[in-house]
């Protein structure tokens, strides 16, 4: 990735690059897994109610391989949501002209600002993407990745998350959602084509607000993944 598009978004991508470099230093809570979500926002809050598990009666979906970094679907509906995360996460061409730091833009799109929870979450992205130099390897290979969902839901977890929580540590809306997928990858070797697949799971953490009037797209943001195939549970 050359210099000029490094400087397109200095914010974000300075963000990124500390979070490379300081990956391995960050603290992970211990117990529920929730890294830094509890340490809460910086505006007062009622907690959110804690929900029951969720049950979806068809929950497998495939999301295909993207020539760009797939976009975060806007959207009040918190499964929806998270789905779309996990597309943005594991679906990538990468001999597409895109990059790592492209596909963790687009999560940063999303996030939500109030918690300051940013850095924490430009770390946890970068667990899910291949290194710079894996990239350049990948595309040697014309390695591309899909994604098949095949189970979603509200972690019984998520109901110690809340109960762990103080008043006011969490933005009402705030919830989660556990991930079991298959990630697919193809690409070209000595001259054949070769596939594989890999079971994965993860936690996403979200918010979402009620839909009201005034809003033209979804309010639900980003706020932290679990570490990749260490979900809450």
Known sequence: MDSMELTTRPGRRTRLILALIAAGLLLILAGVGVYGLLAGPRRDAPPAPAPSTSSTPNPSETFPTADEPAAVRLTHNPEQFARSVA??????DAGAGYGPLDIADVLLEVVETSTGEQNGLASDITGYLPTSSAWAQLRGYATRQSLTIDSIGVPDGWADALAQARPG??????TAFTIDAT???????????????????????IVCSPPAPEFSTGP????RLSQLDNPLR
């Open 220 to 223: 639900c943001r980003l706020l």
């Open 183 to 205: 990630r697919h990858r193809t690409g070209i070797w000595n001259g054949q084509q070769i596939t594989s697949e890999h079971p994965v799971s993860f936690t996403v953490f």
């Open 169 to 174: 540590q969490l933005l009402p809306g705030t």
């Open 87 to 92: 597309a943005t996460l594991f679906t990538w």
